[in-house]
């Protein structure tokens, strides 16, 4: 196996340097006739990583780059940028850079590969600052405290505004951001899938610090190299050390749910990168697209606190548009947003535009050097659809179509070996943990440096009205039996059960998180004579909403099945509820607790009066241990292998 991965790398990259040599021919030839020089002087069309489809550059001479002969040509694409003084850091602030990013990083070697494809890791639970963290290391006596990185390790020119912002925030933010620090620029994967509410913020700044540091540190290693080449024409024999790029210009990617988080990422950007230090290029264009329409009521930020579930307008607030893809460019005096394709530094998306954006050119080149890749809101991307997710990171880091005018002198070697997926570093950021989320972690994290999942220990929720849920398990021995093993339980067992009593067979909610669930046991219930039912989805338009919430309360449905997704997107309150289902425990552990107390929304209801049962496995681990607890997971799971 590893020998036919190694020809298809090897023709594969043939295969471009041949394309490649080929335009640069056709290009010499165009300079040696007139005619066909000509035509060359067309503007060339690429395309925008933006909403349009395309738009219409002229050569990267023009605007901010049209600058004195004696500043230095960024070999990547051609465009002219300041050379960038202060390479006085002190040798941390490079050494974890060029150790793991350099053109011969020595963690890259054969063994290590070889660890990362059997998955054997050095498996330890550790102590990183506040935070407990199991850190899958490669085998070596080194612990993880010696492979910590500091503060030293950023660069100087980013260290100092941040640290003068760190001095006005909270000791608490302090601490978030100073445990981040530690960890992310050392090249480790992350997994946090424990992010309180209020720590968001703090921890966007972090990242963004560690990526705007990174893409600066590339950068400055891009200029010296062109000083260096420069400085060497009259030389007999050119530099040879100079392998400072991948195939393509953009290096960090973030994917983000929706538009609104791309206005928390590039304020998080942005607040490392001050003006008048920097200026920040087609700002207003981005506010009216990413923003609310100037005319438009953002109900959820304007309502009073408490109106509304303060995660819900965290996540929902601001433009929820689940379709856009913008880049972002740096130099060393500005940012620019909305940057072409292939001009970019730092590219935010959504999986679905993203995805849109790979089927429509049919290629997926700008993916192909991306070196840092941030995960934000996993919790959200679950609730759309994760076939995205997939599709993207399958055409992560693989070899491109096109040359790209790429200068190949200048590549790293490990690009060209196929081996930047073994050095891309994965942060992925949740409030919780997911089955998905998790498998992901395990199967497509295959970062050399190692990975850290941060560990929680969950309290149990409090249940209103001192209600006492039945938490009735089944037998499940394989998870790809799981969904079948858990309608038959709910067939034959459960709702039979229900439909034998009067009381409990009326004013009864159905919560099923799985739309493939949801779907499943709809089909079965329309199959059932005598079963009076209405349904939720995310599909349901607001005048079924209406309909179906009207039909509960008074009565004349007994059932009432709900989606996850559907509650997720819309949060109704529903009233009318004496009796309970969960098909399975929800993702999203405040919607138990929600479902418990809608019934005491109507006057006269004792807890008494309501019931709650609850059907689960041992694959349900996850979902349980938020809701009972940690403890009471262990406690529930004991009769379970």
Same mark, same amino acid.
């Given at each position: 196996?590893?020998?036919?991965?190694?020809?298809?790398?090897?023709?594969?990259?043939?295969?471009?340097?041949?394309?490649?040599?080929?335009?640069?021919?056709?290009?010499?030839?165009?300079?040696?006739?007139?005619?066909?020089?000509?035509?060359?002087?067309?503007?060339?069309?690429?395309?925008?990583?933006?909403?349009?489809?395309?738009?219409?550059?002229?050569?990267?001479?023009?605007?901010?780059?049209?600058?004195?002969?004696?500043?230095?040509?960024?070999?990547?694409?051609?465009?002219?940028?300041?050379?960038?003084?202060?390479?006085?850091?002190?040798?941390?602030?490079?050494?974890?850079?060029?150790?793991?990013?350099?053109?011969?990083?020595?963690?890259?070697?054969?063994?290590?590969?070889?660890?990362?494809?059997?998955?054997?890791?050095?498996?330890?639970?550790?102590?990183?600052?506040?935070?407990?963290?199991?850190?899958?290391?490669?085998?070596?006596? +080194?612990?993880?405290?010696?492979?910590?990185?500091?503060?030293? /390790?950023?660069?100087?020119?980013?260290?100092?505004?941040?640290?003068?912002?760190? /001095?006005?925030?909270?000791?608490?933010?302090?601490?978030?951001?100073?445990?981040?620090?530690?960890?992310?620029?050392?090249?480790?994967?992350?997994?946090?899938?424990?992010?309180?509410?209020?720590?968001?913020?703090?921890?966007?700044?972090?990242?963004?610090?560690?990526?705007?540091?990174?893409?600066?540190?590339?950068?400055?290693?891009?200029?010296?190299?062109?000083?260096?080449?420069?400085?060497?024409?009259?030389?007999?024999?050119?530099?040879?050390?100079?392998?400072?790029? #991948?195939? +393509?210009?953009?290096?960090?990617?973030?994917?983000?749910?929706?538009?609104?988080?791309?206005?928390?990422?590039?304020?998080?950007?942005?607040?490392?990168?001050?003006?008048?230090?920097?200026?920040?290029?087609?700002?207003?264009?981005?506010?009216?697209?990413?923003?609310?329409?100037?005319?438009?009521?953002?109900?959820?930020?304007?309502?009073?606190? #408490?109106?509304?579930?303060?995660?819900?307008?965290?996540?929902? =607030?601001?433009?929820?548009?689940?379709?856009?893809?913008?880049?972002?460019?740096?130099?060393?005096?500005?940012?620019?947003?909305?940057?072409?394709?292939?001009?970019?530094?730092?590219?935010?998306?959504?999986?679905?535009?993203?995805?849109?954006?790979?089927?429509?050119?049919?290629?997926?080149?700008?993916?192909?050097?991306?070196?840092?890749?941030?995960?934000?809101?996993?919790?959200?991307?679950?609730?759309?659809?994760?076939?995205?997710?997939?599709?993207?990171?399958?055409?992560?880091? @693989?070899?491109?179509?096109?040359?790209?005018?790429?200068?190949?002198?200048?590549?790293?070697?490990?690009?060209?070996?196929?081996?930047?997926?073994?050095?891309?570093?994965?942060?992925?950021?949740?409030?919780?943990?997911?089955?998905?989320?998790?498998?992901?972690?395990?199967?497509?994290?295959?970062?050399?440096?190692? =990975?850290? @999942?941060?560990?929680?220990?969950?309290?149990?929720?409090?249940?209103?009205?001192?209600?006492?849920?039945?938490? /009735?398990?089944?037998?499940?021995?394989?998870?790809?039996?799981?969904?079948? =093993?858990?309608?038959?339980?709910?067939?034959?067992?459960?709702? %039979?059960?229900?439909?034998?009593?009067?009381?409990?067979?009326?004013?009864?909610?159905?919560?099923? %998180?799985?739309?493939?669930?949801?779907?499943?046991?709809?089909?079965?219930?329309? =199959?059932?004579?005598?079963?009076?039912?209405?349904?939720?989805?995310?599909?349901?338009?607001?005048?079924?909403?209406?309909?179906?919430?009207?039909?509960?309360?008074?009565?004349?449905?007994?059932?009432?099945?709900?989606?996850?997704?559907?509650?997720?997107?819309?949060?109704?309150?529903?009233?009318?509820?004496?009796?309970?289902?969960?098909?399975?425990?929800?993702?999203?552990?405040?919607?138990?607790?929600?479902?418990?107390?809608?019934?005491?929304?109507?006057?006269?209801?004792?807890?008494?009066?309501?019931?709650?049962?609850?059907?689960?496995?041992?694959?349900?681990?996850?979902?349980?241990?938020?809701?009972?607890?940690? /403890?009471?997971?262990?406690?529930?799971?004991? #009769?379970?292998?």
């Amino acid at each position: 196996m590893a020998a036919e991965d190694a020809n298809s790398a090897t023709t594969k990259l043939l295969t471009l340097l041949n394309v490649s040599a080929l335009k640069s021919r056709k290009r010499d030839r165009g300079i040696d006739d007139p005619h066909t020089q000509t035509k060359g002087n067309k503007r060339r069309r690429s395309v925008a990583f933006t909403e349009d489809s395309a738009l219409e550059t002229t050569s990267p001479t023009s605007q901010e780059d049209a600058k004195p002969s004696s500043e230095i040509v960024n070999a990547n694409d051609g465009t002219v940028v300041v050379d960038d003084p202060g390479y006085g850091d002190p040798e941390d602030a490079t050494s974890f850079y060029e150790r793991h990013f350099g053109a011969n990083p020595k963690v890259l070697t054969e063994k290590s590969r070889m660890h990362v494809d059997q998955n054997s890791w050095k498996t330890t639970r550790e102590k990183v600052g506040a935070l407990t963290v199991v850190a899958s290391l490669p085998p070596g006596p +080194t612990p993880l405290a010696k492979m910590l990185a500091n503060r030293t /390790a950023i660069l100087e020119r980013l260290r100092k505004p941040f640290l003068d912002r760190l /001095a006005k925030q909270t000791q608490e933010s302090v601490h978030v951001q100073n445990e981040l620090l530690s960890i992310l620029p050392a090249h480790f994967d992350l997994y946090h899938p424990a992010i309180p509410l209020d720590h968001h913020q703090s921890i966007r700044e972090a990242i963004a610090l560690h990526a705007l540091d990174h893409v600066t540190k590339k950068r400055r290693r891009i200029l010296k190299n062109n000083e260096r080449i420069s400085n060497a024409k009259d030389a007999p024999e050119p530099p040879e050390d100079i392998q400072d790029q #991948g195939f +393509t210009r953009p290096s960090v990617l973030v994917l983000l749910p929706f538009r609104s988080f791309a206005v928390h990422w590039v304020n998080a950007l942005t607040s490392h990168t001050p003006r008048p230090s920097f200026q920040i290029e087609n700002h207003s264009r981005f506010l009216s697209e990413y923003g609310l329409p100037p005319d438009a009521v953002d109900k959820l930020a304007a309502a009073e606190k #408490g109106t509304y579930p303060d995660d819900h307008v965290e996540m929902f =607030k601001g433009n929820v548009d689940d379709n856009f893809r913008i880049g972002v460019k740096l130099t060393r005096k500005s940012v620019k947003l909305f940057a072409e394709f292939y001009g970019c530094d730092i590219i935010l998306a959504s999986p679905l535009g993203l995805r849109m954006s790979i089927e429509k050119e049919k290629n997926a080149d700008f993916l192909s050097s991306i070196e840092i890749l941030v995960m934000d809101q996993m919790n959200a991307m679950v609730m759309q659809n994760w076939d995205h997710i997939e599709y993207v990171l399958s055409h992560m880091n @693989r070899f491109p179509s096109e040359s790209h005018d790429a200068d190949f002198s200048r590549i790293k070697p490990w690009y060209l070996d196929g081996h930047s997926a073994y050095l891309r570093q994965s942060i992925l950021l949740s409030p919780f943990e997911t089955s998905e989320i998790r498998a992901l972690y395990h199967r497509k994290l295959t970062n050399i440096a190692g =990975k850290i @999942r941060v560990e929680k220990v969950w309290p149990a929720l409090q249940v209103p009205g001192s209600l006492e849920p039945l938490f /009735a398990s089944f037998d499940c021995l394989n998870p790809q039996d799981e969904a079948g =093993k858990r309608f038959d339980c709910f067939t034959t067992q459960l709702l %039979p059960k229900l439909l034998k009593s009067a009381v409990q067979s009326s004013n009864a909610i159905v919560f099923i %998180p799985s739309s493939f669930d949801f779907i499943r046991v709809h089909n079965y219930f329309r =199959k059932q004579t005598g079963l009076d039912f209405a349904t939720l989805s995310e599909y349901s338009s607001n005048q079924d909403i209406s309909r179906a919430r009207q039909a509960f309360f008074t009565g004349k449905k007994s059932f009432l099945l709900i989606s996850e997704r559907f509650h997720f997107y819309r949060r109704y309150k529903i009233r009318g509820i004496r009796n309970i289902i969960f098909y399975a425990l929800p993702e999203h552990p405040q919607f138990f607790s929600e479902f418990l107390s809608y019934p005491f929304l109507d006057d006269g209801v004792d807890p008494i009066d309501v019931s709650c049962q609850v059907m689960y496995c041992k694959y349900d681990w996850f979902r349980l241990e938020r809701i009972v607890g940690t /403890a009471g997971a262990r406690s529930l799971m004991q #009769g379970y292998s």
